[in-house]
């Protein structure tokens, strides 16, 4: 299913490539989200498994939010059970960790 373009688009979704609009919607925010969309533009850049799981949507429209389906995606393999040790990493889930270093390399 394709998504329409949204005219303008938010704020949040400025950038010509996936990479910079994971970069904006992030900015300096500090928490896992802010944090795992700053790695995951990085991650984008340099060819690693963001842009293997992400691939074939370099062209996707502003207001797709791919980062964002991307992130409920590992959230739904968290309360599945799928991925217990990101658990801690949830406020939701009763985490409390803060310190997000190694996340994503060991995704």
Not at 12 to 40: C, I, K, P
Not at 79 to 92: K, N, S
Request: glycine share 16%.
């Amino acid at each position: 299913m394709s998504v329409p373009p949204i005219s303008g688009g938010p704020e949040w979704d400025t950038g010509e490539t996936l990479a910079q609009r994971f970069g904006a919607h992030a900015r300096d925010s500090e928490d896992l989200y802010g944090y795992a969309t700053r790695v995951m533009a990085d991650d984008w850049e340099v060819g690693g498994p963001t842009r293997l799981v992400c691939g074939g949507s370099d062209n996707a429209p502003r207001g797709a939010v791919i980062h964002l389906r991307l992130l409920a995606g590992v959230f739904r393999l968290v309360l599945t059970g799928r991925a217990p040790e990101l658990v801690p990493y949830y406020p939701c889930l009763g985490g409390t960790g803060t310190c997000f270093t190694g996340v994503a390399g060991d995704a």
